[in-house]
């Protein structure tokens, strides 16, 4: 079991920036590649952001590339969003997410442990 706690959400103008950070506990953290997901409004959970269990490789959907950064520190346990430029599109539940194998990444349904969400809203 992987649990995994989110925190860094709030209330934010747009244009303004926010760090979102996610501890893990449980197995070994380093062996999980990490993504992070959204859940707009009346909308269905979507891919934001994905990291290598190395750190080496990342992946972002289109809208957040250039204002988006994930990274991750293993010695602590954690991965991060640096969510910066936001736009009030930005507005969701952010998700963090954990699973041994990076396939499909950008479908919900391949990554098997989930936190229970940060709310970010972006005001205009």
């Known amino acids: 079991q992987v649990q995994l706690v989110e925190s860094g959400g709030g209330l934010v103008q747009a244009g303004g920036s926010l760090r979102l950070s996610c501890v893990a506990s449980g197995r070994t953290f380093r062996r999980y590649h990490m993504g992070w997901f959204r859940q707009p409004p009346g909308k269905e959970r979507e891919f934001v952001a994905a990291?290598?269990?190395?750190?080496?490789?990342?992946f972002y959907t289109d809208s957040v590339k250039g204002r988006f950064t994930i990274s991750r520190d293993n010695a602590k346990n954690m991965v991060f969003l640096q969510m910066n430029s936001l736009k009030p599109e930005d507005t969701a539940a952010y998700y963090c997410?954990?699973?041994?194998?990076?396939?499909?990444?950008?479908?919900?349904?391949?990554?098997?442990?989930w936190g229970q969400g940060t709310q970010v809203t972006v005001s205009s």
């Open positions: 997410a954990a699973d041994q194998t990076l396939g499909d990444y950008e479908r919900p349904h391949s990554w098997q442990y």
């Open positions: 990291i290598t269990w190395t750190g080496s490789t990342t």
